[in-house]
């Protein structure tokens, strides 16, 4: 089945810069056009069963999606997890059954189930545990949070009302594919990257020196100076400090 174009819109290129137009993000530019994918982050359609029809490749993510067709003939994307086959049915609501694909709040979730797409805030729709391969593991259940263990290693208390999608999401070696070429990176819109070491002194803090000097310091800095590794960079004082339980090192 082909791409529905009524689901994807353009992918405007910004090539790394931000709203100053200066470069924030290094080693980003080019590439081929790409459409976004519209996923359905929220799966409000409750109660309501609809058909696997395609899993589909997403250019500008690592998952795979699929396109499922509702009751009603609307259709929309969700992440594809593994295992889901065409034709298989999903549904989403507080009743639906812990089912691969199907999405309900963690509260009606049992311990020990493997989840994705997960919510923060309730009604708001899946903000983590989005990247192929991923999966969160519900650890207890306390009042009114659940304890999750992320893919991060880090744990962290998340409202039982929010709504978590069964399974772990597929395409779980794409770290392992071979681009081959240097082109197919430019085509993915990154630039080469050239070491600090062998750069001047004025545009990274390891360059300069004559020959290979390497570092040139104790610890390792950012392009800006900065301690590359070991130093804290959360806020203290954010809002969700206290819903974190054990914090990734």
Partial sequence: M???KRLTKTLKKNSGRGMGGRVSTRHQGGGVAQRIRTIDWERKKFDMTAIVEAIEYDPIRTARIALVRYLDGDR??????EGLKIGQTVVSGKDAEVKLGNA?????????????????????GGQIVRGAGTQ??????????????????????ILLDCFATIGQIGNIDWKNKVWGKAG??????IRPT???TAQHPNSHPHGGGEARSGEGMDTPKTPWGKPARGKKTRN???YSNYLMIKRIS
């Fill in 104 to 124: 309900l709040p963690l509260r009606n979730i049992s311990v020990g189930t493997p989840i994705h797409n997960l919510e923060l805030t309730p009604g708001k």
């Fill in 76 to 81: 929309r994307y969700i992440l594809s997890p």
């Fill in 136 to 157: 969160a593991i519900i650890l207890a259940k306390e009042a009114d949070f659940a304890n999750v263990r992320l893919p991060s290693g880090e744990t962290r208390k």
């Fill in 236 to 238: 203290r004082q954010k």
């Fill in 2 to 4: 082909n791409t529905q």
């Fill in 184 to 189: 197919i990176m430019r085509h993915r819109g």
């Fill in 194 to 196: 050239v070491r600090g």
